[in-house]
């Protein structure tokens, strides 16, 4: 079935909720993989358990974001090409793309298993819980290449519009990851290790779903196996562009690791309350990511046509979308977050900790609305380096600067919490004025 958009023609608001809807549902379902985790874990074995995989959270996501930007270069490069009706160099960025990905995947995972003990280490992880986080973390890396994999795969299919087979995909994975759950643990009796072997598998079983669906698709993004070839041109680009916005990820993730750190030396409930809340409140970020992504795929190949007006429509048209979801999205958890918390964990503790971390992240989140979509529209013009460094600066900059003066004058689970909103106030003023600098000077090219 052809599920393409025609992103160059008609109107946009309705092709831009067709495409990420479909997206933001796979980024709930990825998340819903760790949800499914710390539920089974909570409810079946205990809060120790909980904050051992909560305290893997930031790291497993620094990795991921590493695949998802570098991904997401792949997307603009194929977007691109097939915006300005170059099939040839599509087709050879669609092999590339997954050559590139297997090569990185393997790569992260031998040196994520090197650098295991070492990390547990500087993460101060509680002895109490340290065997399981190391436990999850080792098995957890053996995934890494089919994780790699399946986003590079779901980058090719989005550069042509399609967001529902990925969808599809992790769909599949979902319902066996959460049955292997069960039974890892409920009947095996393998705690940390069980959850972490479900989810290498259900990974495994959708990067194999979407490989076989490239090399079966009619349309552009067609993967012929028989003519897979490295092409270097392609390669730069996608590296020009993706590693910067990869690096942009793991900024976050990085200075997550940080307050990581700080919310372990707070003991376990805060560990426990921080991997509930979080898996809540990603989702939100699922919306904001999809909205953003949407912008970087839509503007990618209206930019390769040449509209620059209607890439200009696209960053507005997706902003306000993504205002509107934010908020229907962020009431319905701000308003039943106690019943959603106590899914996870019913201590009293654990459940007061996760509502002040709930507040704090969630209600501000409109300001991240601006943020993705201010650089998801810069990375489909192929600005890529500009919204990373800017984010190096206001996101890692700032909440280090306040973990290291602010936070040890005031060492709460609630001052700790206020850091997030700070940080994203001042990167999004940043690339704001990033974002008007550059559209000036693609005016000025296109006139002269």
Known sequence: MNRDIDMLNGTLWDKIIIFAIPLALTGFLQQLFNAAD???LGQFVGKNAIAAVGNNISLIGLLV??????SLGANVVIAQNIGANRLDKAHSAVSTSLIVAIITGFVIAIIGEILTDPVIEWMQVPNEVRDMAETYLRIYLIGMPAISIYNFEAAIFR????T??????????????????????????????GVAWATVIANCVSAVYLFYALIHTKSIIHLDIHTLHFDKFAVKEIIRIGLPAGIQGMVFSISNLLIQAAINNLGANAM????????????????????????????SQNFGAGNLPRCKRITWVTMLLNGIFFIMIAATILIFAEPMLKFFNTDPNVVEL????????????????????ISGSLRGYGISTPPAALTLIGVCGVRITWLYTIFPQSPTYETLMAVYPISWLLTTI???????????????????
Request: overall charge positive; hydrophobic content about 60%; aromatic content about 12%.
């Open 354 to 373: 996760g509502k002040i971390r709930l507040l704090y992240i969630v209600s501000p989140q409109f300001i991240n609305v601006i943020m993705e979509i």
């Open 65 to 70: 974001n590493l695949f998802l930007g570098l």
């Open 272 to 299: 426990a309350a921080s991997a509930a809340a979080f898996t809540i409140e990603i989702n939100v970020y699922c919306f904001m990511s999809a909205f953003g992504q949407a912008a970087t795929t839509f503007v």
């Open 430 to 448: 940043l690339l704001a004025i990033a974002y008007k600098y550059y559209i000036n000077r693609l005016k000025v090219r296109k006139l002269a």
């Open 159 to 162: 550069s042509r519009g399609d």
């Open 38 to 40: 710390v539920a089974v």
């Open 164 to 193: 529902k087979t990925p969808l599809i995909s992790l769909l599949i994975a979902s319902v066996i990851n959460i049955a292997l759950n069960l039974i890892f643990v409920t009947i095996f009796d393998l705690s940390v290790a």
